[in-house]
Structure formats: structure tokens, C-alpha cells
């Protein structure tokens, strides 16, 4: 192919590409009540406000500090909040639950309901954490790049949509910390053990092995 068909070629295909990009923000923003005047305004100076605003969640939405080794893997999942704490854990098929999970004493309050977008972060590397908030490694880190851990109710339903995950790796929800019959804080966390998927508990005043994974969200 000469060079100047394939200049053409490439100017058509950049050419589609923004045409579906355009396709896209003019439907959203006539599913929001937006009409042409608002399109207008992307022209005019108070129009590079709102694109400034827009590349800077862009920015935010890209995975954050990959630069420094972590790995951020989004999800979508429905979360249904209506679900009792048995049927929460049922959900998730397990071949093996802990005891903590027929009690009353971990939190199974769901963040909010419907559907959401839910990451998988990995810093590749061990992480401290403490029963104390404040002096978590692991809750600083996660508030650095601009997450929040999630919970039990969530844990199990990443489970029930993504079961053979956890046979490559253990994920853990920080969010529901509670403590335990033998008094210790411990959280969920989603494992393997022979063939057998699990939802355990794991002491957070451990350091967390650089292979694990921890389901958050964006603040």
C-alpha cells in the first residue's frame, strides 16, 4: 500500500472514531435533558471549563499510579440491596464458608444498590494493616488513589459473577471489619483451598501478601 493511501486510510478511521465519540456524548446528553445550546457552550470560554473538568476525570478514571507498580482491574456488577445476611452469603455458591458468616456479628450492610462499578486493586506488593484505621498502611494507600474498600455484601456477589477468580488469587473487602467470637478484627476474604472456593476470614492486623487482591470503589 503506497504511503498516501495509507494516510487516507488512517484519516478515515480517526475520522469514524470521532464521529462515534460524538455519536455517544450527543446521546448522553440528550438522555440527560441537554439540547444543541448546551453542545454550543463547548465552544465558547466557559465551554474549556467544562472540558478541563472532563479530561481531569479522564485523568482519574485511568488507572491511577500504575507508574508505581499497582494493577487496577474494573468491574461492573449489579448489587442487590434487599438480599437477607443468609442469602448474601449464599449467593456466592461457596464450597465452604467460615462460622463468623451464621452469626450476627459481621456487617452485612450493602454501600448502595443497582449497578455499580467495582475494581480490583493489587499493589504487588506486601501491605501492613493494623486494627486500627488510622495507622492502616493498606486504607491510606487506598484513599491515595482515590478508592474506598468494599464489603461483605459485595465480596459475595464478585463471587457469584466471578467464581474462578479467587482460585488465581485471594480477595479481600476491608470495608467489613468486625470483631470476631475469638475477639480479634478480621474481614472477609475469598479464597481456594484443594478445589474448594471459600469465603474465610482473615486477621487485618496481618500484612497482606503481595498477591492478594482487595474489591474497592471509586470515592
Not at 476525570?57 to 485511568?62: D, E, H, I, S
Not at 478508592?147 to 466471578?162: D, I
Request: charged share 30%; with cysteine.
Amino acid at each position: 500500500m503506497s504511503k498516501s493511501k495509507k494516510n487516507v486510510s488512517g484519516l478515515v478511521s480517526s475520522l469514524g472514531m470521532l464521529m462515534s465519540i460524538f455519536t455517544k456524548l450527543f446521546e448522553k446528553m440528550r438522555n440527560a435533558g441537554l439540547g444543541d445550546e448546551d453542545l454550543h457552550r463547548l465552544a465558547t470560554p466557559e465551554g474549556d471549563i467544562l472540558l478541563d473538568k472532563f479530561v481531569e476525570l479522564m485523568a482519574k478514571a485511568k488507572s491511577p499510579k500504575a507508574s508505581e507498580g499497582v494493577t487496577f482491574t474494573p468491574y461492573i456488577l449489579t448489587i442487590d440491596p434487599g438480599l437477607s445476611p443468609e442469602a448474601i452469603v449464599a449467593q456466592g455458591k461457596f464450597d465452604w464458608a467460615h462460622d463468623e458468616f451464621r452469626s450476627d456479628r459481621p456487617p452485612f450492610k450493602v454501600r448502595s444498590g443497582g449497578e455499580r462499578e467495582l475494581v480490583l486493586v493489587c499493589f504487588n506488593r506486601d501491605v501492613a494493616d493494623s486494627d486500627v484505621d488510622s495507622e492502616s498502611e493498606l486504607l491510606r494507600e487506598l484513599d491515595r488513589l482515590g478508592l474506598q474498600p468494599e464489603g461483605l455484601p459485595e465480596l459475595c456477589a464478585f463471587g457469584a459473577k466471578h467464581p474462578d477468580l479467587q482460585r488465581e488469587f485471594p480477595i479481600a473487602a476491608r470495608r467489613a471489619a468486625w470483631r470476631s467470637a475469638s475477639g480479634n478484627i478480621v474481614c472477609p476474604i475469598v479464597n481456594w483451598h484443594d478445589s474448594d472456593r471459600t469465603l474465610a476470614v482473615n486477621l487485618v492486623r496481618n500484612c497482606w501478601h503481595r498477591n492478594c487482591r482487595f474489591l474497592a470503589s471509586r470515592k
